[in-house]
């Protein structure tokens, strides 16, 4: 057995993957017949998986997901959804991430566009992307109360530098002429090279309208849906569903 002082010591270098598989008794066992060489390969990928399962821990609590339980291998995949198997596949992959490519999730309330968010935002925190989750009207709202502050700028960098930022209800009220702009300005920094997951009741052709500004809506759209992946999700509430299943 090793020495309090040597495991202080992996404690003290941060090896505490390393420490946990050498006080697992079962993991010792195992090992103790294998070659040297074996024994420490063993004991570096422990340490490998204790740091990516405390980095997910990490992301995943940052991310403050909606539905914290939904992923993408619990989808329901009826056919009247309208939700393509390809489509999600190749977004679970997360090369529209490492591009800063939007996702447009559009549909009636209650059919799930929220959940599938929060499973698109949770196998992005399993490749290792940084998340958040935001009501749209209560981000806009925290990005007015910063200008009164002083802390827009600071806020709006602490935004940009998120891999994947999560828009939920967007589109579900009116919006103001100080909330038109400052959604240019987040969305401007993140055009290319940070992607952003909207959902909306309302359709993309809609959206336009909804901004109530030619000049303003074009700059915003030109950013959201040049280049975006868009899902328009069909069908009864999945919540009504749920009830009578």
Known sequence: MLT???????????????????NDAATHIAASELPFEQRLA??????MDWRDSKRLERL????????????????DWRGSRGLSREVVAGLAGGDWLRHG??????????????????ALGQQAARLGFSVLYAR?????????????????????????RLDLLILDDFGIAPIAAHERNDLLELLDDR??????????????TAWHAWLDEPTLADAILDRIVHGSHKI?????????????A
């Not at 997901?65 to 619990?74: G, H, I, P, Q, R």
């Not at 328009?232 to 009578?244: D, F, P, Q």
């Open 4 to 22: 309090e002082q040597t495991l202080n010591q992996l404690r003290a270098l941060r090896l505490d993957g390393m420490v946990a598989a050498l």
């Open 42 to 47: 063993l004991l570096v990928q422990r340490e």
């Open 60 to 75: 995943l609590k940052a991310a403050r997901l909606k539905v914290s339980s939904a992923c993408l291998e619990d989808i």
């Open 101 to 118: 490519h939007n996702v447009l999730l559009t549909g009636a309330t209650g059919c799930g566009k929220t959940w599938l968010a929060c």
């Open 136 to 160: 749209a009207p209560r981000l806009l709202e925290e990005l007015h109360v910063a200008h009164g502050d002083g802390s827009f700028g600071k806020r709006l960098a602490q935004l940009a």
């Open 191 to 204: 055009v290319g090279t940070r992607s952003t997951l909207i959902t909306s009741q309302l359709p993309v």
């Open 232 to 244: 328009a999700l069909k069908g009864e509430s999945m919540r009504k569903l749920s009830k009578t």
